[in-house]
């Protein structure tokens, strides 16, 4: 079974700053996507960025960029510039047949 | 182009009574799926569903959890008997057929048993 996990439940910024959020998974399979996905106090499920695992090529999104290393099976979120906009629950999410999800990060931004 | 609706938003239900909580996909996607969200945690995954069938239901509890996706209508979370546990947000998403595409997902639906 697919498992992601997310060693940081809490993670602080100030703003105009730059914070990395870790994910790691597990997984046996060479061909699957890797999402990352925001929750702010709303508790709308906002999908923030997306990674095709046979690609190379990090993904970038505007103020956000990922870190995935293949082999490490590793794949963290970069926000750089963060705003206060931002602050919000982060999950990490790995898709084969369906999508798992990582326990989340709690991002704060400080002004 | 509508999201995926859910509805109720809120939901307030006696111990012993029954929970039905509807989500439609958005327009164009075939698959649906259901996550639960306890407080504090993340989204577990409960079940995957396409038209008239039931895909992957390894997160369904054995007992009183059914869902549905009919030819016609939204897809149905049922929920019999409920107890205090099952206190929760329940998410559905739908996704097209791509593996690739990532999730739309619908506003939730917070049930709380009282």
């Known amino acids: 079974a697919q498992t992601v996990t997310q060693s940081q439940p809490e993670m602080s910024v100030q703003e105009a700053e730059t914070v990395t959020l870790s994910c790691t998974y597990d997984?046996?399979?060479?061909?699957?996507?890797l999402f990352w996905y925001k929750q702010p106090p709303s508790r709308q499920m906002i999908l923030v960025i997306r990674q095709e695992a046979y690609k190379q090529q990090n993904a970038t999104e505007n103020r956000f960029s990922v870190n995935f290393q293949k082999a490490a099976k590793s794949f963290s979120l970069k926000i750089s510039d963060s705003q206060l906009g931002d602050a919000a629950m982060y999950f990490c999410a790995y898709r084969s047949s369906r999508l798992t999800f990582g326990e989340g990060t709690q991002l704060t931004v400080n002004p | 182009n509508a999201g995926v609706m859910q509805n109720p938003r809120h939901l307030v239900r006696r111990r012993g009574q029954e929970a039905r909580l509807r989500c439609s996909p958005m327009k164009g996607h075939s698959h649906v799926y259901w996550y639960r969200q306890l407080p504090e945690e993340g989204l577990k995954f409960m079940v995957y569903l396409q038209k008239e069938n039931i895909i992957d239901e390894s997160g369904m509890p054995k007992e009183r959890f059914s869902a549905e996706f009919p030819k016609e209508g939204p897809s149905i979370l049922r929920i019999q008997q409920v107890v205090r546990g099952d206190s929760a947000a329940y998410f559905c998403?739908?996704?097209?057929?791509?593996?690739?595409?990532?999730?739309?997902f619908g506003s939730g639906t917070r049930l709380t048993v009282v």
């Open positions: 997984t046996s399979e060479s061909d699957y996507y």
């Open positions: 998403a739908s996704s097209p057929a791509d593996r690739g595409a990532g999730y739309t």
